[in-house]
């Protein structure tokens, strides 16, 4: 359930961010709308954002906290979602100690609100773009599969020596691999084709997760620190074309 939660937990910190990000915005709507029954809605949704702004910004730090801890990536190294959560706590600062800093607390916190703006888009760059809700229903699947077959994981001598092809899903659909079983064991994987996204995610898991399935001959393994969705995929995969190779 680890990926449905950090999913989960990224999506919130995102929207999230937006009503926080907001409310600046609004504010220029209204003094461009005279009249009507548009203004008074935006001034209703203006009043409730700024009294729940506290709030929605101390469920913003631990969104992206939990999400942060969760990821594939230590939330001590240095990459675009850490600073966003570093942001987060200097706006966070700014807000509360606003009496202490003066009147540029306002022109501060703006700033550091655009630039939040600006890293957390990287951030989405980063890791690929959005991760969909197909991610979290597909990461429930594989996560219940893992806690079914974990008695089934370890390589047993009733393959048939040949070569089979596995699909798994991993960061994109479509993760697919070549097993080769010789003497009833697992002689060399190959990954033959993929939709995964960003070299530097999927490659550690790509040189890493074969590998050690070989040596092992196993495919309880721990996936790769930063290379968490492709890891299962490559596992996942594996594991389907083992499944091929039962006598």
Known sequence: MTLFFNILFAWLAVI??????????????????QKGCDKELLIKINRSLRKNHINLG??????????GILSSYSIMSFNYGTI??????LLCHTFVNKKNIGKTWIQR????????????VLHIFEVGGFVGFDKVINGIKSDLKSKININDRNISSDYKDGVYEGTG???????????SIKGSVIDEISIVSHNEVGEKFYKPAFDYIPKKIID???YEIDAVSGSTYSSKGIIEAVEDALSKAKK
């Not at 999230?16 to 709308?33: D, E, F, N, P």
């Not at 101390?58 to 999400?67: A, M």
């Not at 966003?84 to 706590?89: D, R």
């Not at 916190?109 to 957390?120: P, Q």
């Open 84 to 89: 966003s959560l570093i942001i987060g706590l």
């Open 216 to 218: 092992k001959q196993t």
């Open 109 to 120: 916190h703006r700033e550091l609100t655009g630039l939040l703006i600006v890293i957390t």
């Open 169 to 179: 899903y991993g960061y994109g659909p479509d993760l697919k691999v070549l097993v």
């Open 58 to 67: 101390y469920l913003f730090l631990i969104s992206s906290f939990i999400h």
């Open 16 to 33: 999230l961010g937006i009503l926080l990000s907001i409310i600046w915005l609004i504010k220029i709507l209204q003094k461009k709308i």
